[in-house]
């Protein structure tokens, strides 16, 4: 059961030591804010998928309610996002500056507080970049910085993964998110059982579907360089290459697509 957006799009592979690390900190002491983030495709999203799941394992029967945040550049967007991630209603009688705590009431009915040690209440919020970035007027940040200090103080312990960084104001513990292997430098000339070993080359192979022949393993470590452990690129490459596309021509088309860019 549960969402289907959880599902992961591919194995996760590097990740396993920034999985367990967000869940500690998502789950000890008091509820607060988990910041995940990193540039765009460097793997966020299936990190924060990772740690539900991990959660999960430990405790079948908890939820946390996925709130997709992608294109919400007001904040009536994002609530309306937030409430429909979480099963919530909106009122639409409900008096637009009265929104925030309607909601978090709602929330506090649909998930109430559990017994033991309280990690019951968790809520993921994904892309928040889009409503930082659409939010203009520093009095509307305020107001949503307000609204997600408010969930931590009701009992909400809640994962953001986003490409901005913490804003100071909300603070709480944050996690950078980098590419895979330190980037490679130097992938390309590392001994055979130290290459196939590398995290990028994993993940590649596990999308290709099979191992590179004998005659591509030259236009692989160069793939592997030049992809600089850039997940959603690798699997973007590999996917690619599975159909039916020779490394050796994977690579001639990425190196001209990067003169052409």
């Known amino acids: 059961g549960g969402d289907v957006r959880y599902a992961p799009l591919h194995r996760l592979l590097g990740r396993e030591e920034d999985v367990r690390r967000i869940a500690a900190a998502l789950t000890e002491g008091e509820p607060r804010c988990v910041w995940v983030d990193g540039p765009a495709g460097i793997g966020k999203t299936e990190v924060c998928k990772a740690v539900y799941a991990l959660l999960r394992r430990q405790e079948p029967r908890l939820q946390m309610p996925y709130m997709d945040i992608t294109g919400a550049a007001s904040l009536p967007a994002f609530f ?31 998930y109430p507080a559990g017994e033991g040690d309280g990690v019951s209440r968790l809520l993921y919020f994904d892309n928040w970049e889009d409503i930082w970035y659409g939010l203009e007027e520093p009095e509307e940040k305020g107001r ?19 490409r901005e960084a913490v804003p100071p ?19 390309d000339s590392l001994p055979e059982a130290q290459f196939a070993a590398l995290d990028s080359v994993r993940l590649f192979r596990d999308i290709l579907g ?52």
């Open 144 to 162: 949503l910085v307000q609204w997600m200090r408010a969930l931590c103080a009701r009992g909400f312990r809640v994962l953001v993964s986003s």
């Open 80 to 110: 309306d996002a937030a409430a429909a991630g979480a099963g919530v209603s909106l009122s639409s009688q409900t008096d637009l500056a009265d929104v925030p705590a309607y909601l978090l009431e709602k929330l506090e009915e649909r």
């Open 169 to 187: 104001a909300l603070g709480g513990c944050c996690f950078h998110v980098g590419p895979l292997d330190g980037g490679c430098p130097g992938a």
């Open 210 to 261: 099979r191992e590179a022949a004998p005659s591509e393993q030259e236009a692989l470590r160069v793939l592997v360089r030049q992809l600089e452990g850039h997940p959603l690129a690798i699997v973007l490459a590999a996917t690619q290459a599975r159909r039916e596309i020779s490394l050796r021509d994977l690579l001639s088309r990425w190196e001209s697509a990067r003169q052409d860019g």
